[in-house]
């Protein structure tokens, strides 16, 4: 299997993916410890922006002029 380095087009759209799936989730610990309070889905919420950023980063790789 050749894989191809996706764009930096592609990159950037999974990297910003990615940290906003990491500030969902700062949002649930600080919410859940700091201000005790229950938010639900935020946990969910921020695994499924990171599996899109690995998917979106994986079709970069895979498909050539993505």
């Not at 600080?30 to 201000?35: D, G």
Request: hydrophobic share 65%; glycine share 4%; aromatic share 10%.
């Amino acid at each position: 299997m050749k894989l191809n380095p996706p764009k930096k087009n592609t990159f950037y759209v999974a990297a910003f993916i990615a940290a906003a799936g990491w500030l969902v989730y700062i949002a649930h610990l600080v919410a859940q410890f700091i201000i005790h309070v229950e938010v639900l889905h935020l946990q969910m919420i921020s695994f499924v922006l990171v599996s899109i950023a690995c998917v979106v980063l994986c079709a970069g790789l895979l498909v050539k002029d993505l």
